[in-house]
């Protein structure tokens, strides 16, 4: 089955504009099979996903955090729970605004102390082709960072698997996916136009 998906969302439960249920209407419009609700641990309401079990959709809703991470400065880490497995994604590294040499050294020093699986190659859905390198040793994975609605849709994966949470986040985990970007999807629809003129 064909899924498309993000993994790192905002709402109101933290620094989002948008309520859960606004959230998940936007992306469901958007044509998402799944996302993941990632707010940030300092700002969190608790029980603020408990209302998502009760929500009445399709999509697949991972809810998971967005951890603050001391390492020679603060850097966040997102913890995505499935229904048994647990993903680690190091997010937009690119913020950290460093020498790709000591980006390098933050992202491997958090990965000796948190099972990390994937880094973000993504800074609010931008893509950031720095760090696609094969020098970072972990998936590279593109996501919104959404908080509001513009920012829904700007970075997503795409993934052939059956609709199951864990075995998503697996395919996560192994790079059985593909990262989308709507910044090339408007390319390849102005490079279609122009050859059909």
Request: charge should be negative; charged fraction near 30%; hydrophobic fraction near 40%.
């Amino acid at each position: 089955m064909h899924l498309k998906g993000a993994l790192h969302v905002h709402t109101t439960c933290s620094d989002g504009e948008l309520k859960i249920e606004e959230v998940v209407k936007v992306y469901t419009d958007l044509g998402f099979d799944f996302i993941a609700l990632t707010d940030h641990d300092f700002l969190m309401r608790p029980g603020c996903y408990d209302r998502v079990n009760r929500l009445r959709t399709d999509l697949i809703i991972f809810t998971g955090i967005e951890m603050t991470v001391f390492e020679k400065g603060y850097v966040h880490v997102n913890k995505i729970r499935g229904d048994e497995d647990v993903l680690h994604i190091f997010n937009h590294p690119s913020e950290m605004d460093l020498p790709m040499d000591k980006a390098m050294a933050r992202i491997n020093a958090v990965g000796g102390r948190l099972p990390l699986d994937a880094v973000e190659i993504t800074s609010k859905g931008f893509r950031t082709p720095e760090f696609e390198i094969p020098e970072i040793p972990y998936v590279k994975v593109a996501t919104d960072d959404s908080h509001t609605r513009i920012g829904c849709g700007r970075a997503w994966i795409e993934m052939d698997c059956l609709r199951d949470k864990d075995k998503i986040i697996r395919a996560v985990r192994h790079g059985d996916f593909w990262n989308c970007f709507a910044e090339n999807h408007h390319v390849n629809h102005f490079n279609v136009r122009l050859q059909g003129a």
